[in-house]
């Protein structure tokens, strides 16, 4: 590829065990890892992709950096500093467990304080876990306008659902936000 044209920092967050390294791997490689541990502080992940600008300015050279944060609960102390200088958040939750999604509002009030305008995609996991479903997409979609969030998405990163769609989706809102 060309020079970059941009580069943006995205933060992976929610409670452990959601998905965030396995959404993240499978974007990156492709490939699902059944074998992924927890995250202890934070994981790294990059990967340049060719974006066509929504605005009619052709295409752009884009680096993403993917900050995947440790989802426990000791590890929260480290958002505030995470948060400084990115450019789009995941919200992840897990379908079969409502207290992934309740957990949103503690994990917003943080980001908010550091970084108000910044971009949050709420992206409910697991979907190929349908049948131990517990939070109804409706209820995602309504907890996505109530936070006024970019957007929500029902993802698989064990199959691949909706993956590329969801960093494809937020990519076109950052860079919107710098045309």
Sequence with gaps: MSKIDFTFKILMLGSESTGKTSLSERYITGVFNPDIRLTVGVEFYVKTVEVDTKEGKGKK???LQIWDLGGEKRFRFLLPTYCLGSSGVFF???????????????WIQIIREKNNDIPIYLVGNKIDLEDARKIPHEHGEQTANMNNLV?????SAKRGDNVEKVFQELTDIMLSNCL
Excluded: F
């Design 151 to 155: 957007g929500h998405i029902e993802v």
């Design 61 to 63: 050279v884009v680096k």
């Design 92 to 106: 992840l939750y897990d379908i079969t467990r409502p207290e992934t999604l309740d957990a949103l509002d503690s």
